[in-house]
């Protein structure tokens, strides 16, 4: 008998996208700019910290395990506190799930090249993990609903989706939905929400609900707190409650809930942070096209670009790399012909645009 189970010593953990600082001792840089992990180029929010200021004088009690959250969440979107967690990060809550519903004998559904986080916390479980071919970068829901087997027991869509930035509709979900049974769980991941919600297209969660689907939301993206790790989710009191029973009992951190319940009250943060966004979506969009490049549309904080083969794209993020920028290769992810940009600061979305003109020009040569 293995002391290391084979599906966990086969798996490869999860890379965090190298920092400026490691970058600039490696190249001899002074001023890297990292569009690797689609952090908020603004920082965190002001009000978040704020609050984080006035727990510190608590930290020698131990936290209530996100139940101040929990009830201001329950509040903002008129649900009782037991349909609502709180974790550390939406990935937390995520470890929780496979943890407290996938059996032996289960099997994860979901499309391929889904988000990497995801993909390792599934495979660490042991259980069998099934994929579907994007269409034309987007979840293909029909051909899910046809996956689904007597052994189906979750079902990861994440929208907007990680890689892609891609979204699905509430027409496609609910058309895929009518093929779901009841004993299938399935995992609505919408870290990216807030850049998406104002597209007539998108299908915020909290307008629709079914007992079978747990919503996952983050503060890391656009409220700036991903060194914090606080996310939330809303289900069917039993789901919550069966998560609450094997979640860490401290959970999230009480300096994490502070910056969570800080944060959601940003209002004038929230509408710099969505302007920014939407001007370097825009920016990175056209001007990578403008190259020849081809950039699958996004309503995130990044863009996916799509090469010719996986020597292309490491020769290109090599060279940005001697240039001061820092992108993700999306080979982990299982897309090794691809890369994806986050969005910076304006003047961060120019220098990457003129990086990748010289990038460009030299892999070409």
Known sequence: MPLVPPYIASLRPYEAGRSAEEIEREYGIKRAIKLASNENPLGPSPRALEAMGAAYSNLHRYPNGGLDLRKMLADKY??????????????????NIIRA?????DEVLTTEAAFIGFQVLAKSRGVKYRTVPYQDWHYDLEGLARAINENTKIIYLANPNNPTGTIFTRHEFDEFY??????????????????????PRYPDSMHYRYDNVITLRTFSKIYGLAGVRIGYGFAHEVLIANLLKVKLPFEPSTLA????????????????SLELNARGLRFLTSSLREMGLTVVPSEANFVMLVFQDADQVSRIVEELLTLGIIVRPLK???????????TGTDEDNQQCVSAMQKALMAVRV
């Open 257 to 272: 809930q502070a910056a969570g319940i800080g944060a959601l009250a940003d209002k004038e943060f929230l509408h710099r």
């Open 178 to 199: 009518r093929h779901v049974p009841e004993r299938v769980l399935i995992i609505l991941d919408e870290a990216y929400f807030d850049y998406a919600k104002d597209n």
């Open 332 to 342: 982990a992810f299982g897309l090794p012909h691809c890369l994806r940009v986050s």
């Open 101 to 105: 519903f996938l059996c032996d004998e």
């Open 78 to 95: 008129d649900l009782k506190v037991e349909n609502v967690i709180a974790g550390s990060g939406s990935e937390g809550i995520m470890s």
